[in-house]
DNA sequence: GATAAAACCGAACGTACGTTCGTTCGTCTT
DNA sequence: AAGACGAACGAACGTACGTTCGGTTTTATC
């Protein structure tokens, strides 16, 4: 018996409660990852609306009704790329933060986090940024919800950023949160790992932008012990 | 006899020989720029792909044959309003770089220039920015130069900047002008001109952030004159 | 008011899509 | 040996799409 995906829900657990039921070719889930891969690779070059069922199924090598033995339809599919990537994105970003108390520190880590899992997943990111609107319903109000978690505990580390460095900035908040997604959420646009710099380099400038393009050049020579970073 | 349209070329000037041949409502320019505003909300609305042209002919308020007497193609309409909008983001940028010679200035010439016509334009430059990849052959060749074209003036820019003011930055200038266009090209995601703060302070901020963020803080107070921005 | 061209439309054509149906083939369990 | 179930598939269904065709109405020119 599957748990979850030939149930009507959008619950994305995707463990079966039986470890290997069949070893035809790899496990259950295995064979959904496979699928699940195959089907990120096509939706992200060609894109959600243009990519068929049929070309998915060609791509990951079943037929186009065995697609269905597995999924319950093209939306399911979207539904569980994006829901997998966001959740992946947030639960590495919330566990590496409880390693980091200063909010310096805390902004780096979110970027290298993101770019991290960008660059480990290309195909899956580009669809994550790329097709937001593509679902509909309950599916989008699952992943809709995520994403909010995810951009509160981005704009928790910026509002910290702004209180503790840049109190008295006239920047908004939300403008300075969101022009960082934009950034980073525009890689999947131009960012080739052949021939653009390492990864960690392009974290590393992206981050430090931010962070001087918020707490900007220091007040004056004049201030308490606590206006320049650490 | 008109001009352009029902030719079978990519040539998207739009200007009939003839001022006024018709004048039912309004002249033929008239007719295919509603037309082709129309067709702009409805794909920025619900995306290049799923907008149907019986979708498009109904929001114009023709019939579906009366649209092919306007344009060839789906895809002509799509490249029609891209090739427009990046050319008119482009020729005013040009335009008014002219009168400016310090490059700090310059750069808040482009980012206003670029949120001015967003704003003003907010479901243009969406499809602008979602469907750059939905144009195919020579419709895809023709916007891409255009693009490249304005990333250049925007990178020299951006160069003279750094070889003004921070002349041994190690910041990467290509990862510098994308996260740049990643900013401005993600506003048609979140920006809400009723609920944000005005579009001036939006460019400000922006380009702010930017300007801070490349320059970072001064080197240290020991340079010589030419270190700090006007 | 005749004539020609432009503007416009209802109806259809062919195709590709998402999804479903009925069935077969193995492989476990008893 | 029998039964049950998961895995997989070929073929089809109904629909919606982009585009075209043949014709009618409107407008401009003489």
Redesign the pocket.
């Known amino acids: 018996?599957?748990t979850s995906n030939t149930e009507q829900t959008f619950d994305p657990n995707s463990a079966s409660e039986a470890a290997a039921?069949?070893?035809?070719?790899g496990t259950?889930d295995e064979?959904v990852n496979r699928i699940l891969a195959a089907a990120t690779g096509v939706i992200a070059r060609v894109g959600y609306?243009?990519?068929?069922?049929?070309?998915?199924?060609r791509a990951a090598?079943?037929?186009?009704?065995?697609?269905?033995?597995?999924?319950?339809?093209?939306?399911?599919i979207l539904f569980l790329i994006q829901f997998r990537s966001f959740n992946a994105l947030l639960t590495g970003l919330r566990e590496k933060l409880h390693h980091v108390e200063d909010p310096f520190d805390q902004l780096r880590v979110m970027v290298r986090n993101h770019t991290g899992y960008f660059v480990a997943n290309m195909a899956s990111l580009k669809v994550c940024s790329h097709e937001l609107d593509s679902l509909t319903d309950e599916a989008y109000e699952e992943t809709f919800a995520i994403r909010r978690h995810y951009y509160e505990v981005t704009r928790g580390i910026v509002d910290r950023l702004f209180d503790k460095y840049a109190p008295d900035s006239t920047l908004d908040r939300h403008v300075a949160t969101m022009s960082l997604f934009g950034a980073l959420n525009w890689l999947y646009r131009w960012y080739d790992p052949k021939r653009g710099g390492s990864p960690t380099a392009l974290a590393n400038q992206l981050a430090t932008q931010f962070l001087h393009g918020i707490l900007g050049p220091p007040p004056a020579p004049d201030a308490a012990g606590e206006s320049a970073p650490p």
Do not use: I, N, P
């Open positions: 018996m599957k039921t069949s070893e035809g070719r259950y064979r609306e243009k990519a068929s069922m049929r070309q998915v199924a090598g079943v037929s186009l009704a065995g697609l269905y033995h597995y999924f319950d339809s093209k939306e399911k």
